[in-house]
């Protein structure tokens, strides 16, 4: 068994509106000279700290604890999940 | 009768709402404290508004997986009445007892302040007593208030008649304008304002009459007044 961290990030689907990420957008980066930028998006990051055999065990585990727990709402958010030894 | 008035951490208006059932409406309520089990001849619960676990990860969530709420779901199925108010409706949403999401304001911001509700479902343990239409002012105090569904849940919400409140006017962009909805059976209620803050003359500088209809209508469901 090896211990890993398991990076959670939940985020808004797309076309679920993000409105805190288009003020820091609109209202900040876009107001300074960083034209290049077009969108920003919010995300909420949980790292999970676990012991498991390799690193795609400790990912599925972690995706299932999210999905049994509703750790993120599956109507409006999706989940990308990535563990590092 | 019985109303029980579920306390999680981080609940805050679970005071209110016993003042408003025990001192102006007279019924016997008690609170019970979220590790606790629900009795089974309960006649209705309510689920009141605060922050539960400090709305951490999501306002909610957390307060879904209390013990009590597997209950809450016995007596759901069982057809009792159940009303969520506020975050009692975030609690609600979140453990699948009724649809959709409540997502941050539009604005981010915390709203508090005076709304105008239209009555869009009489068909409820807690409507019965309102006309269609009928407006309700009453106050909101909430930061994820914004309730959302996609287009599919919304076309299945009004052909089931499950929309219960919306919103006179926009007020945080939720999905057609809604402020509160019932499960498909109509007995689980939530909405997101306050009616405990708005059935006192006292405190509501408009009309307190609307209001209170909501528990009139508890008061006629459950044989208490007709």
């Known amino acids: ?85 | 009768m019985k109303v029980g008035v579920v306390v999680f951490p981080g609940s805050n208006c679970d005071r209110d709402m016993f003042h408003v059932l025990t001192d102006v409406f007279h019924l016997d309520a008690q609170y019970y404290w979220h590790e606790k089990s629900l009795p089974k001849n309960i006649d209705a619960v309510v689920l009141p508004g605060g922050f539960s676990y400090g709305d951490r990860l999501r306002a909610g969530v957390i307060a879904a997986h209390s013990p009590i709420i597997q209950d809450v779901q016995k007596l759901a199925k069982k057809g009792i009445p159940i009303l969520g108010v506020c975050n009692g409706f975030q609690i609600l949403v979140e453990s699948g007892l009724l649809p959709g999401v409540l997502l941050k304001n539009n604005s981010l911001n915390f709203m508090c302040q005076w709304t105008n509700l239209i009555v869009e479902n009489n068909n409820t343990p807690f409507t019965s007593q309102f006309k269609l239409n009928q407006k309700i002012p009453i106050p909101i105090a909430n930061g994820e208030g914004r309730y959302y569904v996609d287009d599919d849940t919304l076309k299945s919400l009004r052909k089931k008649n499950q929309i219960v409140f919306r919103y006179e006017t926009v007020v945080n962009g939720s999905s057609d304008r809604i402020a509160g909805v019932c499960n498909e059976d109509g007995n689980v209620v939530g909405m997101m304002p306050h009616p405990e803050r708005a059935v006192e003359s006292e405190i509501n500088p408009i009309d307190n009459k609307p209001s209170s209809l909501i528990f009139e209508s508890l008061l006629t469901t459950v044989g208490v007044k007709n």
């Open chain 1, 1 to 85: 068994m090896a211990t890993f961290t398991v990076h959670v990030t939940i985020e808004n689907k797309p076309g679920i509106s993000d409105p805190e990420g288009d003020t820091i957008l609109n209202d900040l980066v876009l107001k300074g000279t960083h034209k290049t930028v077009s969108k920003i998006k919010t995300a909420q990051m949980l790292k999970f700290t676990i012991k498991e055999k390799d690193k795609k065990t400790a990912e599925k585990k972690v995706q299932e604890i999210c999905d049994e727990l509703r750790i993120y709402n599956p109507m409006v958010s999706k989940v990308t999940i990535e563990a590092f030894s």
